[in-house]
C-alpha cells in the first residue's frame, strides 16, 4: 500500500481493527448457531457477545503471536482475556482456521468490492456527463495515431462509458464469485460441526455457504476476482492514454485540470504536464501484476496449503487500494477535464479536406471508377495536399479525371460533416439507451 | 502453437484457410444488406455468392500482400480473382479493414469456446464419475502436506468437479464478452455504411453488433476472455499437482493409466512417472501467460491502433489450442487415473490414530477440561505416536488424566471413521443437486 | 512460432530434424569419451558415427514414440536402425533423457543466442548510422509529451544506442549463462557415468560442464536467459513507441519508409501508417510473456520433473524467433527512417519561444531575482504565449519587471540555439568513445 | 509493504526521511560543484551544508506538496525555511526534478542491492555448512517425484548452493546496472549544467554517471534489476519446494524447526507444518510480480514521462522488503533444518532394492545382453518388487535369465550405497573449491 495512492475508506478495510473485528463476528456468530444446536450452552454463546464493542489490542494480539506463532491462537487467547476463559472456552469449536480465515478474507473483498462499484458509479457518470456535453463536437477521428474521418468527442466519452459499464458488470460478478463463506472444520468434511453452523455464520456475514470447501475456499475464486481487477485497471489505462495524447504539445485537444497553485516543473515553469493520467498508466501496472500471482495461487498441495496467504496479505489490500484510488483519481481527472474544441478543428483541418479521402473513393466507385483507379485517383490527389500543403478539394475539383467522373456539386458535398455524425444518436441510444 | 500438444479441430479454426472462409462470408453477407438497402446493385450481391465453394489460394494471397503490404487489400484483390473485378467493385464498400478482421477474430473465439466448453463437459463427466465411484473411498485430508483428519477420494473429486463447473460457468460469459461484431467503417461512425449491415452480418455469423466499435472491437472484452482461460487453466494446474502429489513414491495413492508399451525412463524401467500431469502443470503456464500481454493489449492510441494485433496472431491460436488440449489431457488422466484404496488406507494409519487428536480435544474440552488442558494432553500423547511409533488410542486409555476425564467407550468412539464422512452426502448434494 | 515473424535461420534451430541432429552428436561424442575410458569397445564407438550424414526420419521417430511414450528411447531404437541394433548396444549407457535433453536445449540457445547478438550488431549499426547523421538536427525535447526544451535527433539515437549496447552485453551474459551441459546420469551423480564424458562432450558442444546438475540442468539459468529476452523485447518497446510518436499526423517528425506499392488503408489512401512499429510494440510483448513460466520453471519437484519442459516447447522456439524478427524489423525500420528535420523545427516554434523558459529562469535568478519572483515572471510571460500565441521574447522584452533585471541583449542571447547543444560532443565521446 | 514481512534496515532504506535526506544530499553536492565551476556563489553552496543535521520535517514538506502538487518544489521550499530564502537561491539551479530522483532511487537500489548481497551470504554460509554436515548422508534421489537412484543430503545442498552463488553474481551485476547517477538538467543536453557536476555528485554518491541520460535515467536498467530479483525469488522458491516435500507426513525426512512454544493447528495439536517454506513460496510470487511492469516501465513516450514512477513507489520498496526478509527467513530455515537421516534410508528401501535397476540395467547389457532384453528382464523383476512388495536382489537371484548373464556376486555388488557416492567429491569440488 502506498500511502500517497490510498484513501481511507477502502484502506480502513484492512487494517488489522478492522480484520480482528470480522474474525470476533464470525466466532461469536458460530457461537449462536452452535448454541442453537445444543453443541454448547446458550450462556457461553451469549458471553462472547461481552466483547461486542470491545476495540481489540493489536499490539496484545501480535505479542501473544510472537509465541504460539499462530494467529488465530493468539486472537482467540487475547479474546478469552475479555470475556473470561471459563466462559471462552467454546469459542472456535469444532473449527479450524481457515474457517475464519478465508471467511474473513471473503468479507473484506466483498466489502472493497462494493466501494469499487460505488467509485465506478462515480466515473461512468463523470464519462456520461462529459459524453452529452460533447456529442456533437467534432474532432478528427485517428486510427495508429493518423488522421483518419471525423468522429465527435462525445464518442470518445461514449465509448470509455460502455467499457466501463461492462467493467462494472464484470465487478459484480468478481464480487459474487468471492461472496462465500465457509465454516466447515478441519478438512471440510464437517466432521466436528454441523454445516448449520456454515449456514447462520454466512447468513450473517452476508455471504453464500461455499458448496464444498475442503478447509479453505478454492482459490479460482480469488484468481477470478484478481484477473477482474486487472480488466478494470487495463481500461483505465485505455483512458489515461487517450488523455495523454489529447494533452501533448502538438495535438493540445484537452487538458488535465491546472490548479492555481500547482507548478508543471521545476525547471519550465509554462509546462503543464498530464501527471495524473501519467500516473494512472502506472497504477494500472500495479492492479495488473496482482493477477499472476492471484492465479499461482490457485494450486494449492492437496487442495490446502498456505502459499497463497502470504500473497493475499500483498495483493489483496494492495490491488483494491490503489483500484479505487485510481478510480477516483480518473473520475475527477475526466469530470474536470479542460477540452478544446477549437483546437480539435484546427487539428482536424491541419492537412485540408484530406480526411474526407474515402468519401470521394466511395464515389468514385459508385460513378463507375473501378476501385483500382479511384484508389489511385484519390491518392494522387491526396499526395499534393499531404507533401505540399495543397487543399483537397480544390485539387479534386482541377482533376479532369476526377471531374469526369463527379460533378463540381458532387465533390462540395462530400466535404460536409454532418454526413459523418448523422449516426451519433444511434450510437448514443445503444450506450446509452434510448432515452439518450 | 506446439504440434505436438494440439488438437485438429481447435487448429482448424486458426487456419488461414478458416479465417479467409470467415473473411469472404462477412464480405459476402455485407454485400446482401447494402443491397437490400439499396447501395449496391443486386447482382453484385450475388455475384459474391460465386465463390461459396472456392477454396481460396493462401499462397496467392501472401503473393499479393507481399506487394501492398496490406492482408485484407490482398484478399480482396484475390477475390475479384474468383468473381471478376467488375462484379466485385461493390465488396468491401463503406467498410474499414477492422470490420472485417475484428469480427473475424471473435467468430474464431466463439467457435473456440463452443470447443473448449464441450471439452469442459468431458472433464466434468470424468469428474463426477470417478466421485461417485469413491464417495466412500476413505483416505486421510491433509493440509500443508501433513496428515489432518480423515476424509474421502469422492470428495477430492467433488472439489474439483465443483471447481471446474464454476469454469464452466465463467467460460460462457467469457464467450458472450466476445460474441460481438462490428460493420461500422473507418473510425465507427457509421458514416460510409448503416448500421442495417452490421446486424445483418452479425446475425448471420452467430454475434450480436458491438455498441460503440469506434473502428476497432474494444479489447477490454478479449482481455476478460484471456483471464477466464487463464484461471481455467489455474485450476488444471490444481488438479494436476493433486494428482502428482498422490503418484509420488512415498505416498502412491494413484498413478496415471500407464499403457503396455509405455516405458518410465530411459534408465530406471520400474519408474512409472506422473508425466501427464507434469506436462500439464507445464501447459497450464503457456495458457496462463497469454494474460498480461492480452490486458497490455486494451490500452490503444487514440482507442484504435493495431500494436494488439501481433500479440493476437500468438495467443489467440496458441492460448486455446493449449487450453483445449490440456483440458482433454487432464479428461483422460482422471477418466483413466489407477486409484489404490489399499494404500489410502495404509498412509492414514502410518501413525496410529493420530489423525483423531482433534477428536479428543474436542471431547476433552465438552467434558469440561479447559481448552488450554486438553490442548497439552492430547500433544503429550500424539508426540508419543509422532516421535515412537506408539498407538495414540492407547496411550489415551493409560494416561490417567484422560481417563479422568473420559471412559474408554468414550475414548474408543473417537477413532470411529463414521464420524468424519457423515457429512459426505450433504456435500454432494450441495455439489452434484439433491438427486446425486 | 507464428510464421510472418519468424526468419528461416532462426527457425531451424528449433526444428526436430536439428533438435535429433545434436541428440546424435551428443550420443556419439558420448560412446567416443566412453572408449576413451575402456567403458565400451571402441568398435561400437566408431559405428555410431556411421550415421554422421543420415537425416533422421521424424516422421518414424514419432511413431516410435507413439508407442513408447518416450522421445529418446524413440530416437535410440531409430538410431539402432541405422547403425545396427548389436552395435548400437552402448549408445546412452550410464546416461539418462535429461542429460540429452537439456544439453540439447543449452545447445539451441546458445545458437539462438548468437543470431541475436548478430541481430543486435545490425541494429546497433543502424542506430549509430541515424545518431551520426541526425547529430545536429535539432528538435524539441519532450517530457510528458510536452515541449520541453531543445535538443538533437542524434541524441534520441544514440540514447536507444546506448541502451541496445547495453542489452547486447546482458545478452552475452545470458548466453554465458545458458552455455553449460551436463552429462551426469540419473540423478545427477555419475555413478554410472565419469565426469569425463562430460567433460568431453561439452567441450565438443561448445559447452562447459554444469558443476552440479542433479540430472536436470538447473532452471535459474533459463528464467536468467529469459529475462533478459524480456528487456531486450522492452527496449524495442521503447523505441518503437518513439517512432509512433514521431509518426503521428500532428508530429510529423518522421516516417517509417513506404515503399511504392504499399497501401495504407483499404478505405483512406492517403495514410501512411506507422504498422511496423506498432507491431514491434505487439511483439515486444510477446517475448515478455516468456519470462514469468521460465521464471516459475525454476522450483521443481525434489530438483527434478518435467513441468518445465512443455513450458520450453513453447517458449524457447517463440521467444527467440519472435526477438531475432522483431531486432531485424526494427534494424530496417531504423535504417530506412524517414527524418523531417523542418518538421522537427516548425514543432518546436509552434509556441514562439517558450523552450527558451528556463533559460529565462535562470538568468532572472542569477541576476538577483527570488526563485519565487523569477518563476512568476516567466510563467506570466509564458501564459501569454500558451494561450494568446504570443511571441515569448517580445512579451518578456516588454514586461518592465523582466527588464529591470535584463538588458534586451541579454533576453535576445537566451535564445540561442547553440546553447543547448553545446555539449551534444561530450554525450556522443561518452556512448561512441572519443574517436565519435 | 507487509509489516510482517518486512526487516528494519531494509524498510528504513524507503522511508521519507532517507528520501530527503539523499535529495538534500544530492543537492548539497551539486551546489559544491557548481561552486568550484564559478557558477554560483562559494557561500551559497556553503550554506547549504547548515542543514547538515537538520531532520526534515516530513509532515511540513506534504504541507507544502498539498499546494504546489510538485514534491521536488515543495523539498526545496522547505529547505529554504532552514538555511534561508536567500542562501537558498542557488539550490537546485540548472537541474530537473528527475535529475534528483533518479538519483536518489539509485542510491537506494544499490543500498538495498547491498543488504541483499549481505542476506545471501549468510544464506550462502547456511547451505554450505549443511552441505558439508550432510555430505554422505544418503537419500534417494527422485525424479518426477518418483524413486531413481540414491544421492545424498549433501549434494542436495550443494546444489542449492551453486544456484544462490550464480544468483549472488547476478545480484552483483543488477547492482552495477542501477548505480549511475544523472545531473543533466531538463532533457538531459547539460545545456544549464555542466557535466563537471554530475561527475561530482556521483562520485560523493558511490554512482557512476549515466552515459546519456535525456533527462530519466535509462529504465532498462530498472527492469533488469527487478528481473534479477524475480530469479532469485525463484530459486527462494525452489528451495522451499524441496523443504515442503521433504516434511510432507510420508516422506519426513526433515522438518522445519518447531520451537516449543509453537501451536501448528488451532485443532490438531499433533500438526507440524512447514508455514515458513509455505511462506517464502508465496513471498517468491510476490518478488516475481515486479518483474513485468518493470519491464512496462521502459517504454516511456519520448524517452521521458512519468508512468514509472506510481509503479517504483511500489515494487521498489515492496520487491526489495519482500526479497530481503525471505532470503533471511530462508536462512533461518535452512541453518535450523531438523534432517532425519533415518527416515531417508527408510524411505530408500521403501521397494526392496528396486533403486539399484538401473546398474543391473547395465550389468546384463554389458554382459552382452541386448539393451531390449536387459530391460525386460529388468522391468519383470522390478514389477514384482513394485506391486508384490518383494526383494529385488532376492528376484533377481532367482530368475535363470538373469543369472545365465550374471553370477551371484556381480548382483550382489549392484547394491552396494558406495558405487553411487564415489563422485561426491568431484561434485563438492566443482562447487565448492578444490579445498571443500
Given amino acids: 500500500m502506498i500511502p500517497r495512492y490510498a484513501r481511507p475508506e477502502m484502506t480502513a478495510i484492512w487494517s ?14 458460530a457461537c449462536d448457531a452452535q448454541a442453537d ?14 466483547a461486542q464493542h470491545v476495540e481489540f489490542d493489536v499490539a496484545r494480539i501480535d505479542e501473544i503471536e510472537a509465541v504460539t506463532k499462530h494467529d488465530v491462537i493468539a486472537f482467540l487467547t487475547h479474546l478469552a482475556e475479555h470475556i473470561g476463559s471459563e466462559e471462552a472456552r467454546f469459542v472456535h ?46 474532432r478528427i477521428g485517428r486510427s495508429h495515431g493518423i488522421h483518419a474521418e471525423p468522429t465527435t468527442m462525445g464518442l470518445t466519452f461514449a465509448r ?28 471440510g468434511t464437517f466432521a466436528n460441526i454441523d454445516p448449520a453452523v456454515e449456514e447462520h455464520v454466512c447468513a450473517k456475514m452476508g455471504l453464500r455457504p461455499e458448496p464444498i470447501s475442503t478447509q479453505v475456499i478454492p482459490r479460482d475464486r480469488h484468481a477470478m476476482f484478481f484477473a477482474t481487477l486487472g480488466v478494470i485497471a487495463s481500461s483505465i489505462e485505455n483512458i489515461a492514454i487517450e488523455i495523454r495524447h489529447m494533452q501533448r504539445t502538438e495535438v493540445l485537444e484537452a487538458e488535465e485540470f491546472f490548479s492555481p497553485g500547482q507548478k508543471g516543473s521545476s525547471a519550465m515553469p509554462h509546462k503543464r504536464n498530464p501527471v495524473l493520467t501519467e500516473n494512472l498508466t502506472g497504477l ?15 494450486a494449492l498441495w492437496h487442495e490446502r496449503d498456505i502459499s497463497h496467504s502470504s500473497v493475499e496479505r500483498g495483493i489483496a489490500p494492495d490491488a483494491t487500494i490503489t483500484l479505487d484510488f485510481a478510480l477516483n483519481r480518473l473520475a475527477g481527472v475526466v469530470e474536470k477535464l479542460v477540452i478544446y474544441p477549437e483546437n480539435m478543428l484546427a487539428n482536424m483541418n491541419r492537412f485540408k479536406g484530406l480526411v474526407m479521402s474515402q468519401r470521394v473513393l466511395l464515389a468514385l466507385t459508385q460513378a463507375g471508377v473501378s476501385r483500382e483507379d479511384a484508389y489511385r485517383l484519390v491518392q494522387r490527389n491526396a499526395m499534393k495536399v499531404w507533401e505540399h500543403g495543397k487543399d483537397f478539394r480544390e485539387e479534386l475539383l482541377a482533376d479532369p479525371e476526377v471531374t469526369a467522373a463527379l460533378s463540381p456539386a458532387e465533390i462540395e458535398e462530400k466535404f460536409d460533416l454532418g454526413y459523418h455524425t448523422k449516426h451519433v444518436d444511434t450510437i448514443f441510444a445503444r450506450v446509452f439507451g434510448e432515452a439518450a
Avoid at 480484520?19 to 461469536?28: G, N, P
Fill in 37 to 50: 444446536l445444543g453443541v454448547i450452552p446458550r450462556e457461553n454463546a451469549e458471553a462472547v457477545w461481552k
Fill in 16 to 29: 488489522p481493527e478492522t480484520k480482528f473485528r470480522i474474525w470476533y463476528e464470525i466466532e461469536a456468530h
Fill in 160 to 187: 470509455f462509458y460502455a467499457e466501463m459499464d461492462r467493467n462494472k458488470t464484470r465487478l459484480e460478478a468478481a464480487r459474487e464469485e468471492v461472496a462465500t463463506g465457509a465454516i466447515s472444520g478441519a478438512i
Fill in 93 to 138: 469449536q469444532g473449527m479450524t482456521s481457515s474457517d475464519v480465515l478465508d471467511t474473513t478474507l471473503n468479507v473484506q473483498l466483498v466489502r472493497a468490492a462494493d466501494i469499487l462499484l460505488a467509485d465506478m458509479d462515480k466515473l461512468l457518470a463523470a464519462l456520461k456527463k462529459r459524453a452529452m456535453e460533447h456529442k456533437d463536437t467534432v
Fill in 284 to 298: 494500472a501496472r500495479l492492479v495488473r501484476m496482482a493477477v499472476i500471482p492471484a492465479m499461482e495461487n490457485v
